[in-house]
């Protein structure tokens, strides 16, 4: 059982908590653990809890932890991906993987050629997408949960460039920055900004918008990617990037 992690919204209180609903499911069902039995829980906040499970009752079950610690898995920058959601169900795959990947945050983009808007009807996929990023978490031993923000415009994001020491938007034009390079001229920032376009691309007036806030065209090769292996490309290259740096 010491390799299963379940996930607790609220953190114990007095040293105990109740469980229920899918992660007791799992627990007592799949899991089949016992009174006596000891899980792994984690509270989404980079805190970890050794438990021993006290009580059960039907679909739900008490513990008592033993030992609590902050335990920091996360990368040295905090890395926020904007992306153009695409079609159909390619967005669950970009929140399981940048998740898995580290990712800070997550913001759903509307841009000029975007396909999907859901604007003003955006907390039920939102919810939906915070359980999958909570399953990419316990799978992957992360402690903090990726936080996937309401969907933006376009205009409304550039707005907060200035926010981020490193804002890069991915480009396919002539001009555009090797990314390697751009990361090669900030090995010391620790907030960073990527947006992805939709799959025809930004339009030239908002990357012109873009460039005018600060934002770097940039480039991961010469072919042009989906939406989401662009989002994972670059959080892995990002990943690769930084976690380097920190063990040189």
């Not at 970890?48 to 033993?66: K, M, N």
């Not at 359980?131 to 707005?159: G, H, P, Y």
């Not at 390697?180 to 908002?206: D, M, N, Q, W, Y």
């Not at 662009?230 to 892995?236: D, K, P, Q, W």
Request: hydrophobic share 40%.
């Amino acid at each position: 059982m010491h390799q299963d992690r379940f996930y607790i919204p609220i953190p114990p209180v007095h040293d105990e908590v109740w469980i229920e609903g899918k992660e007791a499911h799992h627990i007592l069902h799949v899991k089949r653990a016992a009174v006596g039995g000891k899980i792994t829980l984690f509270d989404g906040k980079g805190v970890e809890y050794l438990a021993r499970i006290v009580e059960i009752r039907h679909d739900r079950l008490r513990v008592q932890v033993e030992h609590s610690q902050c335990v920091n898995r996360e990368l040295p920058v905090d890395i926020t991906i904007a992306f153009s959601v695409p079609k159909g169900k390619h967005s669950s795959f970009i929140i399981q993987k940048c998740a898995e990947l580290g990712v800070k945050s997550l913001i759903p983009l509307h841009c000029e050629r975007s396909v999907v808007d859901f604007r003003h009807k955006s907390i039920g996929k939102t919810e939906k997408w915070d359980k999958i990023a909570i399953e990419a978490s316990k799978q992957c031993k992360r402690n903090v949960i990726t936080n996937i923000e309401n969907m933006m415009s376009f205009d409304d994001l550039i707005n907060d460039v200035r926010n981020y020491e490193l804002s890069i938007i991915a480009s396919v034009e002539s001009h555009a920055k090797s990314l390697k390079s751009v990361l090669h001229a900030h090995p010391s920032v620790k907030k960073i900004l990527c947006l992805i376009g939709p799959e025809g691309g930004f339009t030239r007036k908002e990357t012109e918008k873009a460039v005018e806030a600060g934002c770097i065209p940039v480039s991961i090769g010469l072919s042009t990617l989906r939406i989401e292996t662009a989002a994972v490309a670059i959080s892995a290259m990002l990943l690769y990037a930084y976690t380097d740096i920190v063990c040189r």
